[in-house]
């Protein structure tokens, strides 16, 4: 019994009802215009004084209403409006708005649905209560006992004390009919306003299309601060050791330090800057390091933490690190740092760099083209106690995801006694 009465009076159901005296108050525009048209068909009367061209007037306000649902703002109030007040879970409403016809057909036939539904709801609503509250009155008032019962054209000469009996149906018949409306709209919702096949495709797109961007700044955190942090580390190591026999070594590798925290902190605000704000093109978004402008002092500060390094650059035909692609020279600095933070924590000796420009592998046939090939080899060995790397870390599927975007490849493991990363990035045809 009170869950009965919760169906039909709860909340929810109070809520459903109010959905459908809004999509009664939409109507109200389409109905006056139709009023208007119909009492000029008929012959320039006023259609309201006429139940017939009154329900004519309904009738040919439906399909107006109809026909203005497929502009594009329609589903997504009607998809707003669902979730609020009829209980239907987001998942299975469609976002935005429709964008294939079929989408907008549905929407149509909604937003007809609502509005027609909605418009006989609120007119029984504005109707029916005093209607039955006057009814069930009746015996209370004196001067109405011997009244005659005249609802429109119903005349009736019943007993005044059958009246409340009448008048509580009236109200229960309302209650009945708004929450089986609500009902009927709350199931027929998924069907004619929730996501197709399109609108489903374009939702995977869009999240993949923002799983990409936090995969992009999430390989830039880990390869400026893991750098930062692995080169901070062992620069302060370092001083710390001669501390007293060569305090300008000490010095040197706090001016690394600083420098290095310096332009760690700009990158990490430029990436938190992409994450707040979400477009990577504002005026004051720092610039990204790359090979042709960064890549001394990358070496450079590499070198404060004690760590041998020697680099051999062969731009080719390009004289400069300058004339590579930007993408190219930004990816390949990124790899560059990430080859070097693995050397300075998993390594122990020197680390040879070779950084050269030359021709592709492609077949003969598809023209001749440019590589940029990075290699980086250093003993793997493991100070302080530490186990020996035998594989790849996060930093590293990193890279080679970075290689991968621009049609390269990087291949890292053993090689001979030592540890070789190797890096192939396509820089495009030689000029001829």
């Known amino acids: 019994m009170r869950e009965g009465l919760g169906r039909l009076l709860g909340a929810r159901a109070r809520l459903r009802w109010v959905h459908l005296i809004l999509g009664g108050a939409l109507l109200m525009p389409y109905f006056l215009v139709a009023v208007v048209g119909v009492g000029m068909a008929a012959g320039g009367v006023n259609a309201l004084d006429s139940f017939p061209l009154a329900f004519a007037s309904y009738a040919a306000a439906l399909p107006l209403a109809a026909v203005t649902a497929v502009f ?59 209607m039955g509250i006057v009814l069930i009155s009746l015996p209370l008032v004196n001067g109405m006992l011997d009244a005659r019962l005249e609802l429109g054209p119903f005349v009736t000469d019943a007993d005044p004390y059958v009246a409340p009996l009448l008048g509580i149906g009236l109200l229960a018949g309302v209650v009945l009919c708004a929450a089986g409306a609500g009902a009927l709209l709350a199931r027929l919702a998924p069907v004619l306003l929730g996501p197709t096949a399109a609108d489903r495709l374009a939702a995977a797109e869009e999240r993949a299309a923002d799983l990409a961007v936090r995969n992009r700044l999430a390989r830039e955190l880990h390869d400026a601060v893991g750098h930062a942090l692995s080169a901070v580390t062992l620069q302060a190591v370092a001083a710390r050791r001669v501390l007293e026999r060569d305090p300008d070594f000490v010095r040197e590798a706090l001016a690394a330090i600083e420098d290095t925290t310096r332009r760690t902190v700009g990158e990490l605000d430029a990436v938190l800057g992409l994450l707040r704000d979400g477009d990577p093109t504002r005026p004051d978004a720092a610039p990204a390091p790359t090979l042709a402008a960064d890549l001394d002092g990358l070496l450079a500060r590499t070198r404060a933490a004690g760590t041998t390094i020697t680099a051999h650059q062969d731009p080719g035909p390009a004289r400069d690190w300058e004339q590579l692609p930007a993408i190219a020279s930004r990816e390949a600095y990124r790899i560059v740092q990430e080859g070097l933070s693995n050397a300075l924590r998993h390594g122990a000796g020197p680390v040879e760099l070779w950084i050269r420009v030359q021709k592709g592998r492609r077949p003969r046939q598809e023209g001749a083209h440019r590589e940029l090939e990075i290699t980086m080899t250093n003993p793997p060995a493991a100070p302080d106690g530490r186990e020996p790397r035998t594989t790849g870390g996060r930093g590293l599927s990193g890279a080679a995801e970075r290689a991968a975007l621009l049609g390269g490849r990087i291949e890292a493991g053993p090689h001979e006694g030592r540890w070789r990363l190797t890096a192939v990035l396509p820089l495009g045809e030689e000029a001829r």
Not at 72 to 80: C, E
Not at 89 to 117: C, E, F, I, K, Q
Request: glycine share 14%; aromatic share 6%.
């Open 72 to 130: 594009g703002l329609v589903r997504p109030l009607s998809v707003a409006a669902v979730r609020t007040m009829c209980g239907v879970p987001g998942d299975r409403l469609a976002d935005g708005p429709a964008r294939s016809w079929a989408a907008r057909g549905r929407t149509s036939a909604w937003w007809t649905l609502h509005l027609g539904v909605g418009a006989l709801v609120s007119g029984m609503s504005l109707a029916v209560p005093p």
